[in-house]
């Protein structure tokens, strides 16, 4: 596991608002399984983890760069980071590459937006929205860093912290379509490890309000 004080990497957010459970199924327990979207995601990545930088219509852009944020104990690396100049100062724009299409949840903007505050703290520049790249629709989904998200970001940043910091990994909440999707899934056994859960629940409900 992350050992006190050890940052919280970057990708794990999107874990943990994915399924806190799977985050600790990964950063607690050390536990990973290949499926064909996890390998798929492997396969777009690789071009970004080259690293390195260039020029494209002007823009600077910076490939597998280092973040970290000391106020919320995270780090990890940005697929890409453009330096557009806005007033003549550059403005940082990160871009995260995933597979697949834009998500009804709101993890891969958590991770992208963790992203923008350390891109924050490092430059001291504003980062006012950053980019989604999904390689089923081969577009970007422009995404504003506002209120919301970044309360979510940060929410997400110490619900982690304190299930890595306690050493216990969440009991399920199966969700099907996403407990379907998920490479743990047999690892896991959401269903099997719910059942006695909710009984060990109910006996305890039971217990303290007595008979009916």
């Not at 777009?44 to 823009?59: T, Y």
């Not at 995270?74 to 990160?94: C, I, M, N, S, Y």
């Not at 989904?141 to 910091?165: N, S």
Request: contains cysteine.
């Amino acid at each position: 596991m992350e050992a006190a004080g050890e940052p919280i990497p970057l990708s794990a957010l999107q874990h943990a608002v994915y399924c806190l459970r799977q985050a600790a199924l990964i950063h607690l327990e050390r536990l990973w399984a290949e499926n064909v979207f996890t390998a798929e995601g492997a396969v777009l990545h690789a071009v970004a983890d080259k690293g390195g930088g260039r020029h494209a219509r002007g823009v600077r852009r910076v490939m597998s760069l280092p973040l970290a944020s000391r106020r919320l104990n995270l780090a990890g690396v940005a697929d890409v980071v453009e330096f557009p100049r806005v007033g003549g100062q550059e403005t940082p724009f990160p871009i995260e590459y995933k597979r697949g299409k834009p998500k009804l949840h709101r993890a891969d903007e958590v991770q992208l937006c963790a992203q923008g505050l350390c891109l924050e703290e490092m430059t001291g520049a504003p980062v006012p929205q950053g980019a989604l790249f999904y390689a089923a629709t081969k577009r970007r989904v422009v995404v504003p860093f506002d209120a919301d998200l970044r309360a979510l970001t940060e929410a997400a940043a110490a619900d982690l912290a304190r299930v890595l910091a306690s050493g216990e990994t969440p009991p399920p909440t199966p969700l099907k379509a996403r407990c379907r999707a998920c490479s743990l899934h047999d690892l896991c056994r959401p269903e099997a490890v719910a059942r006695p859960a909710r009984a060990w629940r109910d006996r305890m409900v039971a217990a303290e309000v007595g008979p009916r």
